[in-house]
């Protein structure tokens, strides 16, 4: 215990601190024992605190050091990590991104007008890929236009109604300008979020009994779940090691499937920009195969749109889903599938609802008649009223990000996350006797020949000196102690982590997990794998180097210069990840 003691990060306190606790561990001091120690001075904060909170024996200060009595180890601020050298890294990133040192002016403007709760919070926030903050100017542009405006009903006829309708149709015209689809050949159907639009896509594809419905490896569940409206199912793999798809295997899948099932409609559900791994593949190929062989093809772009730019009338996908708090983080609760007017033609709605029809006749010896709207737009695809005072929102968030310009966007973002990647490649334990290192970090290369490119995320695992996996809890609870919040487990993408941890699982592969599992209490499986899962750090517009800066750091002097603790604690969590008996 006093080892683990001696360890802990620096700026959870000063030397007097440790050497306080040490002896507390070492000694077994008690509570009254402790006001008299004389190590009882002005700066020793976890010491002082540790009496407050009535410690008096080695579990309980353990736990106290990990957060659990109250005690909170500080956050990473700039003055306590320019220090470590952050100038320096700052100079240099500069010079080695010249392109970030032209704007960074431009978005640490943007920061302190519409994040400014980020420093005044002391808060650390890399899990753009989870969710955009919300900007307050694009609150108080929604509180101006709801206290000055009165909205209504749009299936009315009321001035409050015609005016909702107007800023609705603002709103998807918007959403069309940003994504560059041709207003004649694409239409905006409000949903949910992007899952409920590839849900809408699912339910209504006409499969049939001779259908195909494809996917890249690593989809979200919600693009796998629409699988189970078709029959026939496909996934097409990776580059082996890798998190790069193997293109052309998925275009022989592609061609051959369509000559053995000719006449049979086939979609295909292609991901923008992969959720963990945040690699943007080079999807003009792969829709370009899909169309020369009658496929019609559905893109994931909710990780993609909001640090890159979309061209859909280029791409030419039939749909593509989005959700608009993951690009400006206001509003939540709605979303949009884009989708083509020709395309929705083929769709077939399982069910009507007000709304969607034009007129329904109802009698007891007849049942029903019904007049739907034309399928060539939203109408007949909007179940009820559409969330008509979040519309005026969607247009001042599309405005917003176009105002910043979504050019800027990705080359401040794409500079800030290869700089992240590139000091996760250099961070080594110490060398052992032997004169050997092993890397804290692992997470598969990206070829830069293969036409793919990295995104505003990264996912990686973690691994003790001895090469353990180092369960992803771990470090998210590290790092939200240290008031940086990013993702960790596996972020409702299986593909990406049954790729990669495979051989990790207690040599199980995904088959004989799943034998396992199958039937099974879904909290009895993850209990018993609850470590598996990768760390995610993700970058927004509001994103500066020294966010950036402070995790590598996090990394650095809470990990790398703690390995027996770091050990010690992976080793508890790991201990619950035992296989069960039956195996």
């Known amino acids: 215990m006093a080892t683990l003691i001696r360890s802990l990060p620096e700026a959870w306190g000063d030397s007097s601190d440790e050497k306080a606790l040490s002896g507390l561990v070492e000694n077994e001091v008690k509570v009254n024992d402790l006001r008299k120690n004389p190590a009882d001075d002005e700066n020793c904060k976890y ?98 236009f709801l206290r000055n405006r009165i909205v209504g009903n749009p299936h009315s006829h009321s001035l409050p109604s015609e005016l909702a309708s107007a800023v609705d149709q603002r709103a998807r015209e918007a959403v069309l300008s940003i994504l ?51 029959k026939h199912y496909k996934m097409f793999p990776f580059v082996k090691d890798s998190w790069m798809w193997d293109v052309p295997e998925a275009s022989k899948l592609i061609k051959s499937i369509s000559q053995a099932s000719k006449g049979s409609n086939k979609l295909v559900a292609i991901t923008g920009q992969s959720n963990v791994s945040g690699i943007k593949h080079p999807l003009g190929e792969m829709v370009r195969t899909a169309h020369e062989n009658g496929w019609d093809v559905m893109l994931d772009i909710a990780a993609m749109a909001p640090t890159s730019g979309i061209n859909m009338s280029e791409i030419g996908a039939e749909f593509a889903c989005v959700s608009f708090y993951k690009m400006f983080g206001y509003p939540s609760g709605i979303g949009a599938l884009v989708a083509k007017k020709s395309a929705l033609q083929k769709l077939e709605r399982p069910w009507f609802s007000g709304g969607t029809v034009r007129m329904v006749r109802s009698d007891t010896e007849k049942g029903l008649y019904v007049i739907m709207h034309k399928k060539d737009n939203s109408e007949s695809f909007e179940d009820g009223t559409p969330n008509f005072q979040m519309s005026a929102a969607v247009e001042q968030g599309v405005r917003y990000v176009q105002s910043i310009g979504i050019d800027r966007i990705t080359a401040h973002t794409s500079c800030l996350i290869r700089w992240i990647g ?65 993702r960790t487990g596996c972020f409702c993408n299986p593909g990406t982590g049954l790729e990669f941890f495979q051989s990790s699982m207690h040599n199980l592969s995904s088959s004989e997990f799943f034998e396992f599992a199958n039937g099974n209490c879904a909290e009895d499986i993850l209990d018993e794998f609850r470590g598996i899962g990768f760390i995610r750090v993700s970058v927004g517009f509001p994103t500066t180097f020294m966010d950036a800066f402070k995790f590598v750091t996090f990394l650095r002097e809470d990990i790398l210069r703690r390995p027996k603790v770091i050990s010690a604690l992976a080793d508890e969590w790991l201990k619950k990840m035992e296989p069960p008996a039956s195996l």
């Open 47 to 144: 010491f002082k605190r540790a009496q407050a909170d009535n410690v008096s024996s080695s579990e309980q200060l353990r736990q106290h050091a990990l957060g659990r009595l109250g005690m909170k180890p500080q956050a990473w601020t700039e003055k306590n990590v320019d220090s470590l050298g952050y100038q320096e890294a700052h100079d240099k990133f500069l010079k080695d991104f010249s392109e970030f040192s032209e704007t960074e002016q431009r978005f640490q403007a943007i920061r302190d007008k519409d994040f400014s709760c980020l420093d005044e919070q002391e808060l650390t926030y890399l899990d753009y890929t989870g969710s955009m903050l919300t900007p307050l100017s694009l609150i108080d542009s929604q509180t101006e």
């Open 422 to 486: 590139q000091e996760l490649r250099e961070l080594y334990w110490n060398e052992d006797k032997y004169g050997r290192t092993k890397a804290l970090i692992k997470f598969p290369e990206l070829k830069s020949d293969t036409g793919c490119i990295q995104g505003s995320s990264l996912a990686f695992a973690m691994y003790t000196e001895e090469n353990k996996l180092i369960p992803h809890q771990l470090i998210g609870n590290l790092a939200r102690e240290r008031g940086i919040a990013i």
């Open 180 to 230: 560059h689809a041709d207003p004649s050949e694409y239409t905006i159907i409000w949903t949910q979020n992007a899952t409920g639009a590839l849900k809408l896509v699912g339910e209504s594809y006409p499969f049939g009994d001779e259908g195909v419905y494809m996917y890249s490896p690593d989809s979200h569940n919600s693009v796998l779940g629409v699988a189970r409206y078709a």
